[in-house]
């Protein structure tokens, strides 16, 4: 079966440090990878997305940055984090090209900037 | 992606059937419709798609309009554990990508 895990799970860092979140895929291959970040109270944001190793396309301009170094890994980094980057961040994957177009998430980064 | 309109939020008592109405009106012929959930800190999580034709699985029904301007999420009989943001998404056929509205939230009330 297929698992997705995401960590860390909780993280607290000051404006201006750095950021590493790291989403790994089992049991399946060459499936597409999403990065997802959710405000306070708001809805999903798609940041990034991945049909394979780096090819990486990004749909909101930003600080942020997604890397896919192997098949089933996805990073999410920053060089400076803004107060705004708070947020609770999902990572996802699905399998190319099925029409049920199923997206599956992982339990996801809670990141609060200070 | 075409867009979604839902309610910002309904209110539903245990054990009864649940209508959660999307509009849709733009959707195009290739536009799927995806509805996603997501409960209290945790990840969306799939639910049910449609193209044209009603549909049913473990979770629940989709309806869609004959004309396809709108579609129905029916939960049966609704539990406490069904209180989650509900998400209606399109998607055209060669997208490889969702993007999330905001959704309805759900209150079932025991």
């Known amino acids: 079966s297929q698992t997705i895990h995401q960590w860390p799970a909780t993280l607290v860092q000051p404006v201006g440090s750095p950021l590493s979140l790291e989403c790994t895929v089992e049991?399946?291959?060459?499936?597409?990878l999403y990065w997802y970040r959710q405000a306070a109270g708001r809805g999903l944001q798609l940041l990034f997305y991945?049909?394979?190793?780096?090819?990486i396309s990004s749909e909101v301009p930003q600080n942020l940055s997604a890397s896919r170094p192997q098949d089933r890994q996805f990073i999410l980094s920053s060089k400076k984090l803004l107060l705004s980057d708070s947020g609770f961040y999902l990572c996802?994957?699905?399998?190319?090209?099925?029409?049920?177009?199923?997206?599956?998430f992982g339990p996801g980064t809670r990141l609060t900037v200070t | 992606d075409a867009k979604t309109t839902q309610p910002n939020s309904m209110e539903s008592n245990e054990e009864e059937p649940v209508h959660l109405p999307c509009n849709h009106s733009t959707i195009s012929g290739t536009d799927y419709i995806h509805w996603y959930r997501q409960l209290p800190s945790q990840g969306p999580e799939y639910v049910i798609h449609g193209l044209t034709s009603n549909v049913n699985n473990r979770m629940a029904s989709l309806a869609i309009a004959e004309d396809r301007k709108s579609s129905t999420l029916i939960l049966h009989r609704a539990t406490l554990r069904d209180a989650a943001v509900y998400y209606c998404i399109l998607r055209d056929r060669g997208n490889e990508k969702l993007t999330f509205g905001t959704g309805t939230r759900l209150t079932i009330i025991p």
């Open positions: 996802a994957w699905s399998v190319r090209g099925r029409v049920s177009y199923e997206q599956y």
């Open positions: 991945s049909v394979g190793i780096g090819q």
């Open positions: 049991g399946t291959s060459n499936p597409n």
